[in-house]
């Protein structure tokens, strides 16, 4: 009669071990990053050119909004692989020209996807992401018994379940690194610093500030963080390690915190990289979705375009001297802002308030940055003509020798593929009220696909750009 006892007694030792060290759960720590090395990393500067015109820099950027982000981006990807320009006397497809990706939240799926996979992504994409419903596979995911007390841990939240979910079924387990090896487009992934709401993006030089190593960080984390909603998932969480790898700040980083400041936004700019210099003031950073810092993931391509001070002195760091044509391809799947508020006449419940103040913001501060990139373009072409042609006879004689053809030749082509572009209005209404969550209907996600290349091959901006190749 002991024996049963005992095996029962052992049975539940076994059990609560296993309950205790499941409570003890915690996230995968960063990488310490021993010594900063400027020139090696996955920085732009870094990404392979080879076999990309050094004439044409093709930036693209993907918005949040979840599955419909995500399968906009992918009819955009789909209509550039079918578009033949001539480059240096030889075909190519626009696609493969991209020299980086901007993405956030759902925008952060399809472009991360891409930069691991290259063209494979439209073999299996649809299958592994855009038509499977993520939302109640994750559901299942943390409502399974050994998760529970995993999620009871202090340091192990469902972001954190989120990204092993998004490491194994879409990502392979695959980090920037690997984005690097395979020489595709750099892919830029954003995410929103909890504690400044300012952009973090998942890049070495954002990583030196906190001396830890990009390279040999998962994907799936970074996406997870892009794409963490508050109040529905929680932050994910890096360590700061700052101070232990002799990290010197950037010249231009130390002007903008010494000197007078010649340029308000670059000081804030350097004023915010500063803050995570300081590890014991902040020795952890918590990062959630993308959305209310740069929805667009443009505000993180024009910061990466701009910190030296003037765009000729990035172009030259970039080691993009040459180039003749820059574009943004902008993937907005932004939602419909009239929530029909101002027609009740009844007082509004919580969640109708919610969502406006939700909403707007991010409308608004959309709009703004798309202006912003309008009014920087027009004065980037000018600057660059004067610098790379030569403000005097020496710097005129110093570029003369680097770069090829007219020193004045410059444009800029801003496309944007949103759903205001379509004429129609009933199916703007439609596209705008589609959920903004992880999973859509099979119809649905074909139908994102295809206006995505409708709207794109139907762009007058994307017909210029495409005059002008010829």
């Not at 015109?53 to 909004?65: A, H, I, M, R």
């Not at 980086?100 to 759902?106: D, F, L, N, Y």
């Not at 990062?287 to 990035?314: C, K, Y």
């Amino acid at each position: 009669m002991k024996k049963p006892k005992v095996r029962w007694l052992l049975q539940l030792g076994f059990l609560l071990a296993a309950l205790f060290s499941m409570g003890c759960a915690h996230y995968p720590p960063n990488h310490l990053l021993n010594e900063v090395s400027p020139e090696g990393g996955y920085r732009l500067r870094n990404s392979e050119r080879s076999d990309r015109s050094d004439e044409l820099l093709l930036v693209l950027t993907f918005s949040g909004g979840g599955t419909r982000a995500a399968a906009l981006s992918y009819g955009v990807l789909e209509q550039l692989a079918q578009t033949e320009i001539i480059q240096r006397g030889r075909k190519r497809y626009l696609l493969d020209e991209v020299d980086a990706i901007s993405a956030v939240s759902g925008g952060s799926f399809t472009a991360a996807y891409y930069g691991l996979f290259g063209w494979k992504i439209f073999e299996d994409f649809e299958t592994r992401f855009l038509k499977k419903n993520i939302q109640k596979d994750l559901f299942m995911e943390a409502i399974e018994a050994g998760n529970w007390f995993r999620l009871w841990s202090s340091t192990f939240g469902r972001s954190d379940l989120a990204a092993e979910y998004y490491d194994k079924n879409i990502f392979e387990g695959k980090t920037f690194g690997d984005i690097l090896a395979q020489g595709n487009p750099l892919i830029l992934i954003n995410a929103t610093d909890l504690a400044l709401g300012s952009h973090f993006t998942f890049t070495q030089d954002m990583f030196d500030l906190i001396c830890s190593d990009v390279a040999r960080y998962p994907v799936s984390r970074a996406v997870a963080a892009s794409s963490a909603v508050p109040g529905i998932l929680t932050p994910i969480t890096l360590y700061n390690y700052a101070g232990t790898c002799n990290y010197d700040p950037p010249e231009w980083m130390k002007k903008a915190l010494d000197g007078p400041p010649l340029s308000r936004r670059r000081t804030q700019l350097a004023q915010i990289y500063a803050s995570y210099l300081d590890s014991k003031k902040r020795p952890y950073i918590h990062l959630v979705d993308g959305g209310p810092s740069d929805n667009l993931g443009l505000r993180g391509a024009i910061d990466r375009l701009t910190p030296r001070g003037d765009i000729w002195s990035s172009l030259q760091y970039m080691r993009w001297e040459n180039t003749r044509k820059v574009v943004i391809i902008l993937v907005n799947a932004q939602k419909e802002t009239d929530t029909g508020s101002d027609r009740l006449e009844r007082t509004l419940t919580s969640g109708q308030v919610l969502k406006s103040i939700t909403n707007f913001p991010i409308t608004r501060f959309n709009f703004e940055t798309i202006e912003l990139f309008r009014e920087n373009a027009r004065m980037w072409i000018e600057e660059i003509r004067s610098r790379r042609c030569g403000a005097g006879k020496e710097e005129g004689a110093a570029n003369a020798g680097t770069v090829q053809g007219a020193c004045a030749d410059i444009d800029f082509y801003l496309i944007e593929v949103d759903f205001e572009s379509l004429p129609d209005k009933a199916e703007r209404a439609y596209f705008t009220s589609l959920p903004t969550s992880f999973h859509l209907s099979f119809e649905e996600v074909d139908l994102l696909r295809a206006v995505g290349r409708r709207v794109l091959i139907n762009s007058p901006e994307f017909k210029r750009l495409l005059a002008d190749l010829k």
